[in-house]
Each structure stands twice: as C-alpha cells, then as structure tokens.
C-alpha cells in the first residue's frame, strides 16, 4: 500500500485523485491533504479518508511533504507557487507525480538537479502519454516527441477572427473541465506552450524535435516516434483518472481506472498542423526554453497576469500572448546561476512589467 500526500486536494486533480483512490483503498492511503483556500471542503476530505495532517497554502505544503512519511506526492496546485513543495517533495525523497507543470518549467534544472533519476511521474496526459510510448524503446531510439493538442475553443479561426472574444467564449473549452487559469491557456494554447517546456525537461529532448499536432477528439493524448520511423501512441477516452491512477502507482497500472476505447463503435480521429500565426505561444514559449535560466519564469508570470487582466475586461483575447511577448523581449537574465531567490525576483519584475503595459493599453 502506497502512502499519499495530495497538494491542491479541493482542485480538479486532488478530487479525480481523491476518486481514484476512494475506488482502491487497498492500493492507497492518505496522509496528508493540502488546499488553497477551501477549508470546509478540506475538512469534509479529511474526515472522509481519516487524515490528521491537513493544510492550507504552499507553507503548509512544503512542512506537511517534508513532515509526514509518504512515498507519493501528487502536486496537484496550480501555478508557481507550486515550485517549494516540489522541490521539498524531492529532496524528502518522496515520488513526485507532478501535476504542477508550472514548478518545473520554473524551476527548471533547479527541479532537475534536485530529482533523481525516475523520481518525478507526470501527470499532464500529454506527457504520461509520452512516458508510456517511451517503454518501447531505448532513449537512442528516439526522433521526436508529438504532443497532441485539442485546439481549445477557438481552433481553426484565424488572428482576425479572434479579436474580440469574450473570457465566457475562451472557458467553453471543448474537451477538458479545468480552473480559470489553466482553460485560457488552453485556449491561447500558452498551456501547450508550456507543455513543450515540460517535454524538454522531462525526457531531455530537444526543442527542434518536439511538435505539436491539432488532435481535437483528444483521444490520442500524444506519440513518440523513433528512428526506425514507427510512431507509438497512447490512446483513451478523456479521462485524468488514468494518468493520475498512473502517477500514484507508476509504473503499475490500476484496473478498471478508465473507461476503454469502444471498438464497436465506429471512430473519426482527426491530426492537423498547428496554426502559429493565429497561435503563437508555442513558438514563443519554445524560444524562452532555449533561453533557459529566468526566462520561463518570466513567460508564466507575464501570462498569469495578462489572463487576470483579460477576465477583468482590461485587455483583449490577442494582447495576452501578445503581451508575454513584450515582456520577454524586455527580460534580461541578471547571470547564469538560478536560485529560488533570483526566480522569485524574476517573476515580480515580470509581473510588475506586465500590469504596467496592461496599465498603457
């Protein structure tokens, strides 16, 4: 039996786990619970699943992971914020299943060097996918990762046709029921941006040969293709259930999690290249990978608070990304080395540049 600790325990990853592990009390128990800001919701959890070691905020995540014995992690928090109880999860020792993108394309080699080898299990679907595929074949055998992309909400319209959307129209996301934040990502695509960030530091691929392919059945949740030209896909209903069970009990998997592919049924599934005149945060967000150091910090705290000023009516759909950029291209890494204290600098400079070009538009 594993020992759990979930972090972001009230949010659509901690409850979907919570589901998973309700379904296999012999497979999971839970030590530790972490939320936001709901408390009532996080007392009804803990008393549910018998569990004395409750917090709330990223303080009390980073005591309670290096605290409570537990061999899984799930960081399920969203956002930066997310990047101290990752880093106390893997210097505890701790598997990390990382649903928390946002603390390692941060943290970036600061999380890297910090993981040992197999220590941290994702849990986006994208990239559970990939590390699925990748068991059928050596790391010598591979050509490129493809990382499938619904398309969000507004697939297939052009820059011009975008102009004036609504927050109402980018949170009708046609495939996954997600938070505020990560929904418009999603619909910006800066969400599979950062998903191509995450791909590099996961599996040490490089950016030229990461792609993104418009997949809006979401089915295939991504591929890897190696050298002798075979491409390997993970396939399934979509349902973060699977890759979550996988990222709990990793490599094993849990019977009965998901709902299987009914091949009695007939099936459409559709592959289109990504429109990086209309969509142009991954071409950006592969540009701030390479820079590497501050710089993704820097890309996710600008978009943090150009998606906050969106919803508020202060600017339109198109400045979003458009804004990130300008932040980026005005970013100057102060030197080579990165420390938690010089991540942090870079995101409050990031977000004090962002509101003030949100200020001027």
Do not use: C
Request: no cysteine; net charge negative; glycine share 8%.
């Amino acid at each position: 039996m594993k020992r759990v600790i979930i972090l972001g325990s009230t949010g659509s990853i901690g409850v979907q786990a919570l589901d998973v592990i309700r379904a296999n009390p012999d497979k999971f128990d839970v030590v530790g619970l972490v939320a936001g800001t709901n408390r009532a919701a996080l007392d009804a959890q803990a008393a549910e699943f018998h569990v004395d070691d409750t917090g709330l905020g990223e303080l009390d995540a980073e005591q309670i992971v290096r605290d409570v014995e537990a061999d899984v992690v799930l960081n399920g928090i969203t956002g930066s914020v997310g990047l101290g109880p990752t880093l106390a999860a893997l210097e505890a020792g701790r598997t990390l299943a990382l649903a928390n993108k946002e603390s390692l394309i941060v943290g970036g080699d600061l999380v890297r060097g910090a993981a040992k080898p197999g220590q941290i299990v994702p849990v986006d679907s994208e990239h559970s996918a990939i590390a699925q595929a990748l068991r059928s074949g050596t790391a010598d055998e591979v050509a490129r990762l493809v990382l499938t992309a619904s398309g969000g909400p507004f697939r297939g319209r052009s820059r011009a046709e975008m102009t004036d959307v609504t927050p109402r129209e980018a949170l009708a996301h046609p495939t996954w029921d997600m938070g505020l934040v990560v929904t418009t990502n999603s619909a910006t695509l800066v969400n599979k941006g950062l998903e191509v960030i995450e791909a590099h530091l996961l599996f040490d691929v490089a950016y030229a040969d990461i792609e993104v392919t418009v997949h809006p059945q979401s089915v295939v949740h991504s591929m890897v293709e190696f050298t002798d030209g075979s491409t390997i896909a993970q396939a399934s209903p979509p349902d973060m259930r699977l890759p979550i069970a996988l990222g709990l009990d990793w490599p094993a998997r849990v019977p009965g999690v998901g709902a299987p592919i009914d091949w009695t049924a007939s099936h459409s599934w559709t592959f289109a290249p990504l429109d990086e005149v209309a969509f142009p945060a991954v071409a950006l967000a592969k540009q701030v990978g390479r820079a590497g150091g501050s710089y993704p910090a820097v890309f996710n705290a600008a978009n943090e608070q150009a998606v906050a000023a969106f919803h508020a009516g202060r600017i339109g759909f198109l400045d979003i990304v458009d804004t990130v950029q300008r932040v980026v291209d005005a970013h100057e890494m102060p030197g080579e080395t990165v420390t938690r204290e010089s991540l942090a600098d870079a995101e409050s400079w990031a977000r004090a540049t962002a509101d003030q070009l949100i200020a001027h538009a």
